[in-house]
């Protein structure tokens, strides 16, 4: 799937990905070494999501 990533409102990050890959949901880690995958609350849903803008890396992949 095709996925975009944008500057969002107040500094954040706007990740958004193709219509089809609705139900599929957004998952998040900090490192990829021995990553810790967490869903991102709400991605299930719709295909957008806005990240706050932080210090830290975040890595991103959609998931079923």
Known sequence: FRSQV???DSGGVLLSWDLGALGMQLQ???SLE???WQVVPGSGTTNQVTWPGGTSNTYFRLAQ
């Open 6 to 8: 944008a500057r969002g």
């Open 28 to 30: 998040r880690t900090f």
């Open 34 to 36: 021995n990553p810790d």
